[in-house]
């Protein structure tokens, strides 16, 4: 089993940043892939960022290319979600995921076998 714990969300105002961490314990070294995922206030959950564990290569969808960055800790067990000009649409319960899956990454939900509980990011306008 595997752990994940969420922390760094809060409530910013449009064009300010925050940083997400995400801290995994368990079954270290079992996954290969971390993923960040959102799902707004009344909407589905939405990939945000992926990234390789081993060899860091990431991917973003159009919506937070730019602006968002994605980074990991090996040493710390520890992935990173760095948010930049944060606009309104932005408000999300943001999700750390973990994969077992071969692969360089995944953009899909269901291919992660752990989850985080979440947390808050509220972007004022």
């Known amino acids: 089993q595997v752990q994940l714990v969420e922390s760094g969300g809060g409530l910013v105002q449009a064009g300010g940043s925050l940083r997400l961490s995400c801290a995994a314990s368990g079954r270290t070294f079992s996954w290969n892939i971390m993923g960040w995922f959102r799902q707004p206030p009344g909407k589905e959950r939405e990939f945000v960022a992926t990234i390789n564990w081993s060899s860091g290569r990431t991917y973003y969808p159009n919506s937070v290319k730019g602006r968002f960055t994605i980074s990991r800790d090996n040493a710390k067990n520890t992935v990173y979600l760095q948010m930049n000009s944060l606009k309104p649409e932005d408000t999300a319960v943001y999700y750390c995921?973990?994969?077992?899956?071969?692969?360089?990454?995944?953009?899909?939900?269901?291919?992660?076998?752990?989850w985080g509980q979440g947390t808050q990011v509220t972007v004022s306008s």
């Open positions: 995921a973990a994969s077992t899956r071969l692969g360089d990454f995944s953009t899909f939900a269901y291919q992660y076998d752990y």
